[in-house]
């Protein structure tokens, strides 16, 4: 039986921007939840890539990786993920071997299929958009070329970048990148943070191909989870709000910041968005310190998770802190 107190916790930041907030501002306060966190103990603090999104700030996924390890000492900084079919696997490579030498055996690359952007916005970053996903293999298999050791007359080199031991993670809302994490023998970070339905079947296919490699002798899953932590149930619901309110406006087809909480949803939403909104979102972990823990360890139980990785959108800079060392204070307790 695995135990909440034996799973290492990480935290994903979307660096959110708030109604009435900046950019700048939401980067101000992802260094302060960065510090904050390795001071409880979290293992990793991921930055996620999306465009065209009004409220997250951490489209240019590497740069504000460089403003958070720069700004911390310990904990590890990754990407959740990078897009791989946005970029070219060499710059991918550029940027993370740049990143590895400026803070050695802190940085993870992960690393996803989708664009995180709509059909536009994905012409806008590629040029055209001709790609589905399916030459996410090969651009996998020439980044991490890229970062092997290479000879010294190779025509296309990564510098920095080759022959650095940069962790890769495959990461993933189906199947697909499952999958192929099983059979390369990589580790796998699975989005059960919007993308519950599928979470258990991909976690199960991911065990079921894995195959040792030199990177893994056995299967390595990280389960991504919301949590609103709180002294109350009720106030943990009232924070959680403020999510539901933004995934409301992807619904509508509207993006955007993430607003202050709202005392009931009921007014806000219609019940087939209401019955959209709560199955995106029902990886979540919502109430007091009691039912956090109780709820933490009933997610480790049915998903078998190596690792959790916590998103917790919450309007109030104060008390995303305050959630993150009530999971903490569970955790160790």
Do not use: C
Not at 244 to 267: F, K, T, W, Y
Request: hydrophobic share 45%; aromatic share 6%.
């Amino acid at each position: 039986m695995k135990l909440l107190k034996n799973t290492p916790l990480s935290v994903l930041d979307l660096s959110p921007i708030l109604a009435g907030g900046t950019p700048a501002d939401a980067f101000r306060r992802s260094l302060d939840l960065a510090r904050h966190v390795e001071h409880r103990g979290y293992l990793r603090y991921w930055l996620a890539e999306h465009h065209s999104m009004p409220g997250i700030a951490s489209a240019a996924t590497a740069v504000v990786m460089a403003h958070v390890a720069g700004g911390t000492s310990t904990i590890r900084v990754g990407s959740g993920g990078i897009m791989l079919p946005n970029h070219p696997p060499l710059v991918v490579a550029e940027q993370f071997g740049t990143l590895a030498s400026l803070y050695p055996g802190r940085i993870d690359l992960g690393l996803g299929r989708a664009p995180g952007a709509n059909q536009a916005t994905a012409r806008a970053l590629r040029r055209e958009i001709s790609e589905d996903g399916s030459e996410f293999p090969r651009q996998l298999n020439e980044l991490r070329a890229f970062l092997q050791p290479v000879h010294p007359d190779a025509q296309v080199r990564a510098v920095p970048g080759e022959g650095m031991d940069i962790p890769i993670w495959l990461l993933g809302s189906s199947g697909y990148s499952a999958q192929l994490a099983g059979q390369l023998g990589l580790p796998f970070a699975f989005a059960g943070q919007f993308a519950p339905d599928y979470m258990l079947p991909a976690l199960q296919l991911y065990r079921d191909a894995f195959r040792p490699s030199g990177t893994l002798d056995a299967p390595h899953a990280m389960v991504g989870v919301n949590v609103f932590a709180a002294p109350t149930g009720e106030e943990a619901r009232l924070l959680a709000t403020s999510q539901q309110q933004m995934h409301l406006s992807l619904v509508r087809g509207r993006p955007g910041r993430l607003p202050p909480p709202i005392a009931s949803m009921e007014d806000a939403w219609l019940p087939h968005e209401r019955v959209s909104v709560e199955s995106m979102l029902r990886a979540s972990v919502i109430g007091d310190p009691a039912s956090v823990k109780e709820q933490l360890q009933a997610f480790i139980d049915l998903t078998q998770a190596d690792e959790i990785i916590i998103n917790t959108m919450i309007y109030d800079h104060a008390a995303r802190l305050r959630s993150y060392d009530i999971v903490a204070d569970a955790w160790r307790s």
